[in-house]
């Protein structure tokens, strides 16, 4: 991976700041005008990482990065669509928009060829998201419980927990640490992607959590913070579980349910936890407020597929209804 040049040193005037180097040295520059000027080093790494695909295609089309024009975006983008998925194509996407806006504003180019081009999600209905019942939750669950090892059972049981009941993601399950937790106020820092925030957990989830501490080996410290959830792998034994192993953790016990299929996945259980949690309290605020979403579009599809599925509106309309309210007859 390229590392970045000491930036108290990196000098920005015109004459050393040419094309060709803001394409060998973009990752010294686009911090700044990621996340406000923040990112993290998952984000960075992201962008690095969909930026040298776009580059390397124009490598294998003979073509300067900065001379690419909107026809050749359109045409890497269409390939692009075809191989991968929808958040991939759209991650791709601003990625690729961002390098081409910092260098509009160095002055390398006079527009961005990606301004007019959008990754346009694929239509799908919102029935097509899946969610486990209360009862499949509870089945993936009694799974875990049957592990004899507790750091393992109340490890699994606790990211369990956290996903389906308090609607955390994968990233912020991972970085979670002890740091996070306080004990007092039952309260949880989370680190969300954009999604920071404080969650206020039910007691079963601080008390299974609890559990898992009091069971946990001794954490290899990640820099100054104690991660919370460790993996037990030879490879990084006790070190901060990744999201690939909470993700083949989830998908183990979902395999041993029978509930592992194609589009199935740990971040189901988030799903679950909106589905579920407005099908008990019927109100979108705290559904909104308890998975941190910033737009109500996102949260009120919960309710949109609850309704239809427990509704049935045209019910209404069945002949055979003998007790259904009939129209007046139609005025001769």
């Known amino acids: 991976m390229h590392q970045p040049m000491n930036r108290a040193s990196m000098r920005l005037d015109a004459e050393s700041v040419t094309p060709d180097y803001y394409i060998e040295h973009y990752m010294d520059f686009l911090p700044r005008y990621i996340s406000h000027g923040r990112p993290t080093a998952d984000t960075l790494t992201t962008y690095q990482k969909r930026i040298r695909s776009f580059l390397q295609w124009c490598e294998g089309q003979g073509i300067h990065p900065l001379a ?44 961005n ?37 507790d750091f393992v059972k109340y490890r699994n049981m606790s990211m369990l927990y956290l996903m389906s009941v308090e609607g955390l993601r994968n990233v912020e399950i991972e970085r979670m640490n002890d740091e996070d937790i306080h004990w007092e106020t039952e309260t949880i820092y989370i680190r969300g992607k954009g999604h920071a925030g404080v969650i206020y ?7 299974t959590l609890k559990k898992y501490l009091e069971a946990r080996p001794k954490p290899v410290k990640d820099g100054a913070l104690t ?9 990084r034994m006790h070190q901060r579980l990744s999201r690939d192993g909470i993700r083949k953790i989830m998908d183990k016990g979902l395999r041993a349910c029978g509930y592992k299929q194609k589009g199935i996945s740990c971040h189901v259980f988030r799903h679950s936890c909106g589905t579920n949690l407005y099908a008990a309290t019927k109100d979108l605020r705290i559904v909104q407020e308890t998975l941190r979403q910033r737009d109500p579009k996102t949260t009120a599809r919960y309710a949109h597929v609850h309704q239809r599925m427990t509704k049935r509106y045209t019910s209404a309309l069945d002949p055979e209804n003998q007790n259904a309210d009939q129209p007046d007859e139609p005025t001769k």
Not at 123 to 144: C, I, P, S
Not at 227 to 235: G, I, Q, V, Y
């Open 227 to 235: 991660p919370t959830f460790l993996s037990d792998s030879h490879r």
């Open 68 to 111: 690419v024009q909107d026809y050749q975006m359109r045409i890497f983008m269409e390939d692009f669509i075809l191989a991968h998925k929808d958040s991939t194509v759209a991650l791709t996407l601003i990625a690729i928009r961002t390098f081409f806006m910092v260098a509009l504003r160095l002055g390398f180019i006079r527009e």
């Open 113 to 149: 060829p990606c301004a007019h081009i959008h990754a346009g999600a694929a239509f799908r209905l919102d029935e097509d998201f899946k969610y486990f019942t209360l009862d499949q939750v509870g089945e993936v669950l009694h799974y875990f419980e049957s592990e004899k090892d």
């Open 201 to 207: 957990p039910s007691k079963s989830t601080m008390k």
